[in-house]
């Protein structure tokens, strides 16, 4: 049975950092693109950051870049969002997904997703 478990969500205040890790069992991540999402209260879910499966190749939303750093350890099979100079508009249940894929464009869909973790920023 694939999982994803995402953690180290919690509450922080505006400028402050936070990591969360997304750790996957039932699969290998070697072979996976993992994805970033996050989804805050009234709105659609937005995809934050993508790393391709080797880690060499992230690409990052507009509203994110210069901030948010995402990383894997495949030997850990483990990824890493690094979420720095927070915003209370970051606020969100953030989610890690994987798919079956070398790089992050060409493919249509996530075919697995974490439970989320929530982000809340907030002085």
């Known amino acids: 049975q694939v999982q994803l478990v995402e953690s180290g969500g919690g509450l922080v205040q505006p400028g402050g950092s936070l990591r969360l890790s997304c750790a996957a069992s039932?699969?290998?991540?070697?072979?996976?693109?993992i994805g970033w999402f996050r989804q805050a209260p009234g709105k659609e879910r937005e995809e934050v950051s993508c790393v391709s499966s080797s880690g060499g190749s992230t690409h990052y939303a507009d509203a994110v870049k210069g901030r948010f750093t995402t990383s894997r350890d495949n030997a850990r099979n483990t990824a890493y969002l690094q979420m720095n100079s927070l915003k209370p508009e970051d606020t969100a249940v953030y989610y890690c997904?994987?798919?079956?894929?070398?790089?992050?464009?060409?493919?249509?869909?996530?075919?697995?997703w974490g439970q989320g973790t929530q982000v809340t920023v907030s002085s």
């Open positions: 039932g699969l290998s991540l070697d072979h996976h693109v």
């Open positions: 997904a994987a798919v079956r894929a070398y790089h992050c464009t060409g493919f249509e869909g996530y075919d697995y």
